[in-house]
């Protein structure tokens, strides 16, 4: 292939996307509700395929050496393959968010303004590893009206094209528009490139993966994306802290599932609390055998059983059983420190001083801020939103978990009779 | 100046940028208020001032051969100036939406969420000519809670230091933090492309300009842009329309003013009242001598009188007395060309059928979409925004007239009394 035959290659499938959209812009909840239930059924029905194939990316994931949990992502079995299609049936359950008027009103010469939720168009999601995103990102896009072109990683690509034509053929059997679930079949960086310049046919593009990936499609991209990077996450032992509560809170945000965006990176504890509080949690992740990395104050309350702490780790998504620990001498600081390094995904307070909480939720510039709850609450499933396509860690068009509002966009429909200007 | 040192004085506004969001993102709606007051009476008391370096302008125009519309968009006279102050004094009456809750809700375990208005953080706005922009953009964004880079172009430069050196001047005695408002004083494109990839400081990039400016922000930015492009807006003259006040809301779509974006520019007509209706209109626009371009359809109505539309015509934004003109076999005709053709800026259709103007609401993909109204309130003011920064041709985050809600972001907030996972 000559990287014109790749780039127009994608272009057709991004012309063919776009004429897609506009059709299922105006497809009913229950139509979609029915395609829907079509894919889950012909998902189900192409168990032994999908296996069949996902054995070949795992066959050349192990001899290109990948480590057993990379090896453990990329895995599908009965169980996994029946989870993908429930999943769908889930989506199908959700209440669909085209239509809904977010707000109304009638201007002095009588013309009524109304706000109204519609699709964003033609969605690009680019991804790494796990096979199964190939199947949640297109349902949750098919469901908010929008066609989508996936760009999956190499090491999944024959479960994600099996996948991917299980999902447009039981899609077509319920009238599923040609064009709007495609895989493009190319993995290389050039691939994510030509669908950057694509703007006449791509209306967003979501990136999941690493930073190499994310920065390439940031740098490329003529259209808007919608990050979901990483999470260095705080967590903020104020002086009046329940000390209980801290240890159980603080415990969970950090082990949990220490592999996560929305897990603890950097612990701040008040000074005043900082000699009861870290033998305490200390002690807690113990267990776990957390790795503690900790400032002065910190190495001389827990006698040098620790790490130090440098200036990187305050800066490091450990995503780990590593911890990064700070004395400080005040609410502010804590407050300068999260707003210094923080990534803006989440950070929490332990308090029981109503003030120095609202305080901490009203000035930091975090998607997500937390008063006496774990980081860990902040993921679409746990905020009610049924199913999430991500964490957005950018401040425009949606912040936070994105769950099916979050994949559409509005238009003003005006009506009249006869004003003029 | 060198590149690098261009580049060195840009960051370290940004970086001053950054800092005053922060300080502004928690200023009250009294405080804020307070500095747009204390800017407006400051702006009146340099008008001499203003308009001297506005003298400057305007003889470099001249010498520059600048035809006399643009000179007269450029100059400032004793009216112009207190406009732009009564303009400040305005914005500081509109209600403040930094802080508004925009949802709330409890989960199961008794976590409440609630999704709160916040500013964006720090906006770039590159703009071209009219030196009110400077004004009228940097107070929006404040009243916002937003820090503003301003980045004007050559042919003001003198009129937009002065304006922005009062609005500094007249905030700071009322606490506007330093680096909330900042103009830069390069006016190359260099400047503009270190601008679109200052990502670590710039939240957001507006550009308002021609094609040019918006394409060269679009292919450097690497943070988010919301672009104010060009209006190509239709109006449709159904079957079913009544013709009295099809001919009073097409006339007012193209003649109103012309040279605005809401500007109405392809007329279509249903063949079953093409006959009786384009003459109406046509004599219409014989008073402002509107040169109307149609197909055959048209030509052979109009007998011949009018140039032919070619297909140039159909992708051309006049911003003139200039119009294209179609006859179309259905409603279905109309909505497929407008969907091809379209800036999905603003479109209307005429008619009495309620069916045949719901479909047309419904399946077009424009930002505005009226039933027999004109384009022309495509607008902030006439929306009831109170101020507009613009209209957005984006889909994402604000997408039409944009006013103070659509210049803030949101931030997911969390109380709970120790909940974990």
């Not at 006698?303 to 780990?320: H, K, N, P, Q």
Request: net charge negative.
């Amino acid at each position: 292939m000559t990287p014109e035959t790749v780039k127009e290659e994608i272009y057709a499938m991004g012309k063919k996307a776009k004429q897609a959209a506009h059709r299922l812009s105006i497809l009913s909840e229950a139509q979609k509700n029915e395609i829907l239930c079509s894919m889950a059924v012909e998902l189900r029905a192409k168990t032994a395929e999908i296996i069949a194939e996902n054995l070949k990316d795992l066959e050349a994931a192990e001899e290109k050496g990948l480590s057993d949990a990379m090896v453990d992502r990329l895995r599908l079995d009965e169980a996994r393959v029946d989870a993908i299609a429930a999943g769908i049936e889930k989506v199908a359950t959700l209440p669909d968010p085209v239509g809904n008027v977010l707000d109304k009103w009638t201007r002095p010469n009588g013309i009524e303004i109304e706000q109204v939720r519609v699709p964003i168009g033609v969605i690009g999601i680019i991804y790494e590893s796990r096979p199964n995103v190939t199947s949640d990102a297109a349902v949750l896009c098919l469901k908010s009206g929008n066609a989508t072109i996936l760009r999956g990683g190499s090491e999944a690509i024959h479960s994600n094209r099996i996948i991917a034509q299980a999902l447009q053929e039981g899609g077509a059997k319920a009238g599923l528009p040609e064009g709007a679930i495609q895989l493009i079949p190319f993995t290389d960086r050039a691939s994510v490139n030509v669908m950057a310049g694509m703007d006449e046919y791509l209306d967003l593009i979501i990136p999941r993966g690493g930073t190499a990936l994310i920065n390439a499609v940031v740098t490329a991209a003529r259209m808007p994306v919608i990050k979901h990077y990483n999470g260095i996450c705080h967590a903020y032992v104020d002086s009046e802290a329940d000390i209980a509560m801290a240890v159980e809170v603080v415990d969970n945000t950090k082990t949990q599932k220490p592999s996560v965006c929305n897990a603890m990176e950097t612990l701040l504890v008040h000074e005043s609390v900082a000699e009861v509080f870290i033998p305490q949690i200390a002690d807690e992740w113990l267990k776990h055998e957390v790795e503690i990395r900790g400032d002065e104050a910190t190495q001389e309350i827990l006698g040098g059983r620790i790490e130090v702490a440098t200036e990187e780790d305050w800066t490091t998504e450990y995503l780990d059983y590593v911890v990064s620990v700070k004395v400080v001498k005040s609410l502010d600081e804590a407050i300068a420190h999260i707003n210094e390094y923080s990534s803006q995904h989440s950070e929490v307070i332990i308090t029981e001083n109503k003030a120095n909480a609202e305080r901490f939720l009203n000035e930091l510039d975090s998607a997500c801020v937390f008063h006496n709850a774990s980081t860990r609450f902040s993921d679409g499933e746990e905020f009610g939103f049924g199913a999430e396509i991500g964490i957005s860690t950018d401040k425009l068009h949606a912040r936070g978990p994105m769950g099916l509002k979050e994949l559409t966009s509005y238009q003003y429909r005006i009506r009249g009779n006869g004003q003029v200007r």
